[in-house]
């Protein structure tokens, strides 16, 4: 009769895990004892307290959102100023127009006869004509610039600021 033999298999991984936790514990035990061991030469500083100066006067808070940010990429260029609203002329009238960018025309007249004007004609009576818009001719005068349009009141809708009141 023959004896047969059971052959069983252990896993051999058991010596891999017991060489790489050695090693975990080595690298972290000496990294431990660097850190807690005093270096030998070197010498502890010595902390000092100083006299801080008081505040002449408490400044008063800044509101939540308000505060200055140093100019990183330089100080802005100031604005420039305001240009006057035009106002409305009652000096020449406009009997029609083609709006089309500068190529616009308008038909003015200023009572000695209409003409026909484009963007940098000069006019009898001294303006000059800026722009020719759909609402309008926008004039630049001696006393600022000057809006001739159809309607009264079109000077506020040219310029953007709609108002209850047309006059």
Request: proline residues 9%; hydrophobic residues 40%.
């Amino acid at each position: 009769m023959t004896q047969r033999r059971k052959s069983t298999t252990r896993p051999r991984g058991g010596a891999l895990w017991l060489v790489l936790g050695a090693v975990a514990l080595g690298y972290g035990g000496g990294a431990l004892a660097l850190a807690l061991l005093p270096m030998e030469g070197a010498t502890p500083v010595a902390a000092t307290l100083r006299d801080v100066p008081e505040a002449a006067e408490p400044e008063a808070p800044e509101p939540a959102g308000a505060r200055s940010w140093a100019p990183v990429f330089g100080t802005a260029a100031p604005e420039p100023a305001a240009e006057p609203e035009p106002e409305e002329t009652f000096d020449y009238a406009l009997y029609g127009l083609a709006a089309g960018g500068s190529d616009g025309w308008a038909v003015l007249d200023d009572g000695s006869g209409q003409r026909i004007v484009r963007a940098g004609d000069t006019l009898p009576g001294g303006e000059t004509v800026r722009e020719v818009r759909a609402e309008g001719v926008i004039l630049d005068g001696s006393d600022g610039p000057l809006i001739v349009s159809f309607e009264p009141g079109e000077a506020r809708e040219m310029l953007g600021e709609r108002g209850d009141d047309d006059g």
